[in-house]
């Protein structure tokens, strides 16, 4: 499991485009994004960097999750 702490998203859209962003890379990854935390799980075959791009590429930062 890849988790993130993910910056600058604060509605609902937000988080669809995180969401979208990563089943981009691959469209049966499980996503949970918490909106109130910033924190994104992910289960997929993918390297942590990949989502952290992907999450970038959407317009939102993200780090590995301390």
């Known amino acids: 499991m890849i988790e993130l702490d993910v910056t600058g998203m604060s ?7 995180v969401t979208k962003a990563i089943q981009r890379l691959d469209a049966g990854a499980k996503v949970e ?27 939102f930062g993200a780090t590995p999750a301390k």
């Not at 509605?11 to 485009?17: P, R, T, W, Y």
């Not at 909106?35 to 999450?55: H, Y």
Request: aromatic share 0%; glycine share 14%.
């Open 33 to 59: 994004v918490d909106l109130t935390t910033g924190r994104v799980k992910i289960e997929a075959q993918m390297q942590p960097q990949q989502a952290i791009e992907a999450v970038e590429g959407a317009g």
């Open 11 to 17: 509605c609902g859209g937000c988080v669809a485009s």
